[in-house]
Structure formats: C-alpha cells, structure tokens
C-alpha cells in the first residue's frame, strides 16, 4: 500500500497533464470500483427489461429506427406501430394529431402520406451492436419472437444503458486524473456520481439521451487532452466520433467544440497558438470534421426522404424562445430545477470563479460553455424537462463541470481545518440528501416535476407519503389550522333526490344511490356559490368533501379524477383560481403518488383559501371532474364547508 499522502497533496491539483502517470491511482480506482458495483448491483435489482418495458415513451421514440429498418423494413409509413401499441402499450395513444395516435413521431409535413420519428437517430447508432447480437439471437434461436420488442431486446438495451454508464464513468476518470490527485480525483468521482441525478439517469434512466451524451463528452474532454500533448490522427478520428455523434442525440450538444476550441486557452495568445496548432495539423482537423460529417448523414438522409427537406424539424409545436429563457426557474424552481434538487453543484459553480484566479486556461471555457447550455437548455418550451428527476438536462455537461468542481474543492481544502470539516460536512450532507432523494424517486414519493416548496418539505426526508402531502401536491395550498378556523356546512348532496343515467346503484349495492364519473359522464353535480352570499372573506377556506369508490385503479397521474374548488369572476368561462385533489390516490392506503385502493370507499376533501382580491359577486364551485380518465369513479356525499377565521 503506497505512504498516508500529506494533507496538502490529498486534493492537489497538477499544473499541466499526466503529471503523475506512473503513479498507481488507488484512490480513483478504488473509488470508480465502488461506484461501478453500486451501478451494477443497482441496475441487476431494478431491471425492468423482464416486463417488457425497457423501450417506452422518449427511448421508443430513440429506438424506433432499428426495428422499422431491420425487422419490419418500414421507415416512412411505420404501419407495424397502432398494433404493436395495441399489444405493448410502450407510449401515449393520445396524440389525436396524428394517425398513428403517438407523439415519438409526425406526419412529414411536405409529404402527409410519410411520417418522420420526432428524435434524431443518434441514440439508436449506439445501441446498434446490442441491438443486433439480440436479433441474431432471436432469428438463430426460436424462443422469442424476432420483432424488435420482445425479451432478448429489451435486455440488449437495458445492457446498452449499462455499458455506456460503465464507460463514462471510467473516462471520467481518466480525464480527472490528467490534472487531479488520485486522492482529489477520487472525490470528484463521488461526489458526481453519489451527490448529483447523474445516480438516477445511470441507472434507472440509463436509456435518456443524457447517460450517453455523459460518456461522449468524457470521452472528448480526453481526447482534447491527448491530443493537446500529442497530436495524432487516431485522436482526430476520435474527436470525429464523439462530437459527430453527441450532435446526433442532440444538435443543440455542438457547443461542445468549445472544448477543442478553447480548453488550455487562457488568454488571446494562447487562443491565436490554438488556431495555427490547427493550421499546423489541418488534415487531422479535417478528418475530425469529414467524421462527424459523416456520422451525421444518415439522418439529413432520412429527412430527405421523409420530407424532401436535408434539415427538417421533426418537433412540430415545440420550439426555443431564446429571447425569453427561463434562467431562475430552470435553475431554482421546485419544478425540476437544477440548483433546487442538486445543490452540491453549487461547488462547481463557484469554481468557475476560482478558475480565474488558479486555472485561468480553464476559465474561458467554463465561462463560454455553461451560460450557451443554460442559455439553450432553459430557452426549450418545456424548460422543466417532463419526466426529470432534477434538471436531467444539466447531467450531460457534468464532465466539463468536474474540472471547476476539483478546483473549488482544492482552494477550500487549502483554507484550514475548518473550512475543511465545514466542506467535508456540506458534500456529505448533499450526498445524503440526493441518496435518499432517488429512493423516494423510485419509490413515486419523491417527484420533482410539477413539485412544490409544501409538498417538498413534508416528504422531506421521509420514507412514506402521507394524504396531507399528497394534497399539498396537488393543491399547493397550506393546510387549514381547524383550531382557528369556524366551520359551517353549505351543502350536502348524497344523490338520493338527483335524476339522471350517472345517478346509480349498479356497482355492487355499496352506498346506494351514488353518482358515476367517467368519459361519458366526467362531471358531478355542481354545487355554486358566490363569496358574498357565503359572507366569505380573505382567509377563509372553502372545503369540499366526498366519499369516493371505484372498481379499477387509474395510475396515470395525469388521468385521474379531481375533487375541484375553483373562483371564477361572472361572466367568464375560466376560473382565476383553480385548485384541484387527485382522488384515486388518496382512496384507501397511500404509500405514493400513483397510491390508493380499488375497491373500498374513503374520503377525499380539498381546502382551498379563499383569494384576497375575491369579490362578493365571485362564483365559488365545487365538484368532481374526470374529462381524462376512462375508468369508473363513483362519488357520495358532496360535502361544501366554508371554515372561517374566528374573530
């Protein structure tokens, strides 16, 4: 085993490459070990590819290249997709639009009777070699069916996810050590993997373009660096590949040729040197740039036959505003922001500002290349980036991150013992946090989007979700201190006077008579009010309570029936508050937000604040809405109870 290191070189950093490459690196090693068994064991105790639903929503979108060009030769009109849907449910049916009723792909717009897949096929080039050792197997070996979708399949794309987690990380790696202590190297490598949502998309959401963009700018900021020391074409070749492929996934990834451009750049003389290195090596430059090019052909290629078009935008309806980026919210918001559910980046962030001072060649590459990714990422439509945990698309620039990472964390630990401990302490604090956090994740506790500073803090650091969380969810309201508060109930319908095919009792015989919910029915009886006639003010609440039962579970979060109080001015068709309780989940034992019970009756209440610009002509209206859900609701008992303050 090598000598205890000296406080002072345990987070040292080097001043040029490879400083110390004869050195053995068991820190890193030791480090990236560990973390490798975490992902593999992980990955082996999460698996879902058994059921069949590796491939679902965006990663069907990525993957559908390879079996309408090898299975079912059908890449303009994709016909095999409405009955694969029909059989697999992999993605939404809900895309009226669209004939083929899902959103991964569109008419081409130039040519109605073709279609065109919504992402570009980077994703789908990388899980080539997985996908064909699994359509040798299934072709050479009868036990599944050869169809692109079966077992075989989908566990050749959970191993893709996989592999190329395995591989950013040991790249990572490699970058770290180039200019980093083993021991400094080591933290960076925790601290990345353990304390930010990369934990999540190595693992569960391995498949995101994200995992594999990670690897792909490792494996550039390398060769950058090799390349630097020594130029070689192998190491051109190499650049081709990865920056040619990262623009694949995601065009808007080309400014990650800043980091040919300006990485070891730290002032204008360095820049000037940068440009005649490349003069100087021009056909390696041009080799780079002929291989990205041809990586990138087959997809002007296929819009081309699509659409007639050789650069075609396969996103109808979604755009950038770059005039009005969302910078604070992406940042900051409980609706998936960057800083909100990742905080130990903050250290990275700081260290762009260290750079200035200790690592000036690194500066000016930070400085250009985090404001164009935040600039691009939070100017999408979708700033919040649906279906996140955190800001998923932050997790790619986490190898160019680590460099300022290393540096913060090297001039803090020159500034004492107690700047020490407190660092050592703050890391570990984050580190826990985010464990935790990914657990309560996967376990549908913990969801960042469409999150709230109240639901935030009463799932904080618990392992169960209760009713009162789930409706600060929802609502987004504080709950009602019944203490301070006088009740008084305003009405009460149990349906036995109401008329009408909802009005039923053909459920069983429970609780006759009861009103049905569902698609042809998706509103209850309404009960209105207005403020004045309530003698309602500010403060006060209005709640309204139900007995609900209902014979199948609806898990779609975004399908399930509401219990709704709403304000609305006279004379407009839309409310100016809106509040709304999902009630499936709150029906019986809720473990999470995808909770409840079939089967059992239960009460579900909403209370919501009455507003303080509300006037007395103000209508107030209370019922159940299930305008999305197919399944079955039945409600009794609609409850309307104004609490007001006690004075």
């Not at 959103?103 to 980077?122: C, F, H, L, W």
């Not at 690897?215 to 190491?235: D, G, I, N």
């Not at 680590?402 to 964390?409: D, I, M, N």
């Amino acid at each position: 085993m090598p000598d205890a290191p000296s406080p002072s070189a345990i987070l040292a950093v080097s001043q040029r490459p490879a400083v110390a490459a004869s050195r053995r690196k068991w820190w890193s090693g030791a480090a990236t070990a560990l973390i490798m068994a975490i992902l593999v064991s992980m990955t082996v105790a999460t698996a879902d590819w058994p059921n069949l639903k590796v491939s679902r929503w965006d990663v069907f979108g990525y993957y559908l290249y390879l079996p309408a060009t090898t299975v079912y030769d059908d890449l303009a009109e994709l016909k095999f997709i409405p009955p694969l849907l029909d059989r697999t449910a992999l993605t939404n049916r809900g895309n009226p639009a669209n004939p083929l009723g899902n959103y991964e792909v569109s008419r081409a717009q130039t040519n109605p009777d073709r279609y065109v897949i919504k992402y570009t096929m980077g994703q789908a080039i990388l899980w080539w070699p997985f996908f064909q050792a699994a359509h040798f197997y299934t072709r050479h070996y009868g036990a599944y069916p050869a169809d692109g979708y079966s077992a075989p399949y989908q566990l050749a794309l959970y191993l893709a996810g996989l592999s190329y987690a395995l591989l950013g990380l040991g790249l990572l790696r490699r970058v770290l050590l180039r200019y980093f202590s083993d021991q400094l190297s080591a933290i960076v490598l925790i601290i990345i993997y353990f304390g930010t949502n990369y934990l999540s998309y190595s693992v569960f959401r391995s498949l995101y373009s994200h995992n594999s963009l990670f690897m792909l700018h490792a494996a550039t900021l390398l060769l950058v660096s090799k390349w630097l020391e020594r130029p070689h074409w192998r190491y051109t070749l190499g650049l081709g590949l990865t920056t040619g492929l990262a623009v694949l996934i995601r065009p808007s990834e080309i400014i990650i040729l800043l980091v040919p451009l300006l990485l070891g750049v730290a002032t204008l003389a360095d820049l000037q040197a940068r440009f005649r290195l490349a003069r100087q090596h021009g056909g390696q430059v041009a080799l780079a740039a002929l291989v990205a090019g041809v990586v990138n052909l087959p997809q002007l290629l296929y819009w081309h036959r699509m659409s007639g078009h050789w650069l075609y935008d396969s996103y109808p309806g979604e755009k950038f505003d770059f005039l009005n980026p969302k910078l604070v919210s992406g940042l900051f918001s409980f609706n998936n922001g960057w800083l909100t559910y990742t905080p130990v980046m903050v250290l990275a962030l700081l260290g762009i500002g260290v750079l200035w001072f200790e690592r000036r060649e690194w500066f000016w590459l930070l400085a250009a290349y985090l404001p164009l990714h935040l600039w691009i990422s939070y100017s999408w439509w979708c700033w919040w980036y649906m279906d996140s945990v955190g800001s998923r698309t932050m997790v790619q620039a986490y190898p160019v991150l680590a460099l300022p990472l290393g540096v913060c964390l090297h001039s803090l630990w020159q500034r004492g013992l107690r700047v020490r401990v407190a660092t050592v302490a703050a890391v570990l604090v984050c580190i826990a946090i985010n464990v935790l956090q990914t657990w309560q994740a996967r376990q549908g506790i913990y969801v960042t989007e469409n999150m709230n500073s109240r639901y935030y803090g009463a799932i904080f650091g618990k392992t169960y979700v209760s009713k009162d969380a789930l409706m600060k969810y929802d609502a987004n309201e504080a709950t009602p201190d019944l203490n301070a508060l006088q009740a008084e109930q305003v009405y009460y319908n149990d349906f036995s006077q109401e008329t009408g095919p909802a009005i039923t009792s053909a459920f069983g015989g429970l609780r006759p008579p009861a009103c049905l919910v569902d698609a042809q029915h998706p509103v209850s009886p309404v009960f209105t009010g207005t403020v004045g006639q309530l003698s309602l003010h500010p403060g006060d609440f209005v709640e309204g309570r139900i007995q609900a039962f209902f014979p199948q579970k609806e898990y779609d979060i975004n399908a399930m029936p509401r219990l709704i109080v709403q304000y609305q001015h006279p004379g407009e068709t839309s409310a100016y508050k809106w509040r709304g309780a999902r009630i499936t989940n709150k029906v019986g034992e809720t473990v999470n937000i995808w909770g409840g019970t079939a089967g059992v009756w239960d009460e579900v209440k909403l209370a919501s604040k009455v507003p303080h610009d509300a006037r007395p002509e103000d209508e107030i209206r209370v019922y159940v809405n299930s305008t999305s859900s197919k399944l079955p609701l039945y409600v009794d008992d609609l409850t309307v109870t104004v609490l007001r303050v006690a004075h």
